[in-house]
């Protein structure tokens, strides 16, 4: 999946009437549940319940064309991955597909937009990071994201090189494969004289350190920094909540709890929408503009539209800032727990919050 994916995905139009079939598919063959295709059946049962609920009939012939083509997609499909994701406009016949190597939950949705809160919150859970494997006279390069690791270049420099040949190399993954962090690899007082050598620019990506051998299989160095990365994703997401709930408290370009933080984004004011796992309320969106309450209105305040009762307007929140290029930053465990105590959600804000109130 690259960038251009995610741009086209996030930018995709919101439709006037309800057109769009959104499918995140386990097909995880360690599942007992997905072998001998039984993700087609669970796939059937999505469908045949949405499709329970339609009662307009130029609709419903809309779903049924949309439910079509994705089930016939899935029907040759071979599972290599732990899920398949499948985006289909009935508008304009757009068909979107991708594998990922992350666990994801099977679910469907028909609405007038993609929906898009569980790959979000996957890109965040699974950042993209690369793997500087070394030794004194080889070098292994790999990008990691969404569960996958790809190996770009393999190569010796010869013992004159020694590592100054590699900090290039490095320079050459940071920017041209979109890492934003580092893993170094092999043994340990080889990844240690590289750190030292790294200048900052790149030092500061470097979030561990792993002793792997050289001709370790690509699925072998995967497993070994997939610890290093979870732990340090824990420890960001302690030390983000921590820093958010301290500014919000002293109102430091920062808001925290439902109201204030739907404020925010129907502003376009969010910089980096901060949520907990799992969290869901019912609220309130403007049919015209698409503002965001966790109220009832009588009207839309911004611009005069009826104000329909969603399900889930943490889960619209999350879209809306999306689409509008804000960071996303969904956190567990015990910082899901501390963000809980201040409502579940806040945001890093573009600019002053004195105007954001809920």
């Known amino acids: 999946m690259t960038q251009g994916d995610l741009q086209l995905l996030f930018s995709h139009p919101e439709r006037p009437h309800r057109s769009v079939l959104s499918v995140y598919l386990n097909v995880d063959q360690s599942h007992r549940s997905n072998s001998n295709r039984g993700f087609?059946?669970?796939?059937?049962?999505?469908?045949?319940?949405?499709?329970?609920?339609?009662?307009?009939?130029?609709?419903?012939?809309?779903?049924?064309?949309?439910a079509h083509h994705i089930e016939d997609f899935v029907s040759a499909y071979e599972p290599r991955a732990r899920g398949l994701v499948m985006f289909f406009d009935g508008t304009d016949g757009f068909f979107w597909h991708q594998e990922i190597g992350v666990p994801i939950h099977t679910q469907a949705r028909w609405d007038r937009e993609l929906f898009l809160q569980p790959l979000a919150n996957?890109?965040?859970?699974?950042?993209?990071?690369?793997?500087?494997l070394v030794d004194r006279a080889r070098l292994r390069l790999f990008a990691v994201f969404l569960g996958e690791i790809e190996e770009f270049t393999r190569e010796g420099f010869g013992p004159n090189a020694q590592l100054r040949r590699v900090i290039k190399d490095v320079d050459w993954l940071v920017q041209t494969k979109q890492v934003?962090?580092?893993?170094?690899?092999?043994?340990?007082?080889?990844?240690?004289?590289?750190r030292g050598m790294l200048p900052k620019r790149l030092a500061l990506r470097v979030f561990g350190a792993v002793d792997v051998a050289i001709d370790a299989a690509a699925r072998d160095?995967?497993?070994?920094?997939?610890?290093?990365?979870?732990?340090?994703?824990?420890?960001?997401?302690?030390?983000?909540?921590?820093?958010l709930v301290g500014a919000a408290g002293r109102n430091e370009k920062t808001v925290a709890g439902l109201g204030r933080t739907l404020k925010a984004i129907n502003s376009d004011r969010v910089w980096e929408l901060i949520y907990s796992e799992g969290l869901a309320s019912p609220g309130f969106e403007c049919v015209k503009c698409a503002a965001l309450f966790s109220q009832e209105k009588t009207s839309c305040p911004y611009c005069g539209g009826s104000v329909d009762p969603v399900s889930d307007v943490v889960e619209r929140a999350v879209e809306h800032a999306v689409r509008k290029g804000a960071k996303i930053e969904v956190v567990t465990g015990e910082a899901a727990a501390s963000l809980y105590n201040?409502?579940?959600?806040?945001?890093?804000?573009?600019?002053?919050?004195?105007?954001?109130?809920?």
């Open 40 to 66: 087609e059946k669970q796939l059937k049962n999505l469908t045949s319940s949405i499709r329970s609920t339609i009662h307009d009939a130029p609709e419903l012939e809309g779903f049924r064309a949309a």
């Open 122 to 132: 996957a890109l965040d859970q699974f950042e993209r990071y690369g793997v500087v």
């Open 180 to 194: 934003h962090w580092l893993v170094l690899a092999g043994a340990s007082e080889i990844t240690s004289e590289l």
């Open 221 to 243: 160095v995967l497993s070994a920094t997939r610890a290093i990365a979870d732990e340090y994703e824990r420890g960001t997401e302690a030390q983000t909540v921590k820093e």
């Open 342 to 358: 201040v409502g579940g959600i806040g945001a890093f804000l573009k600019a002053r919050t004195a105007s954001i109130r809920a």
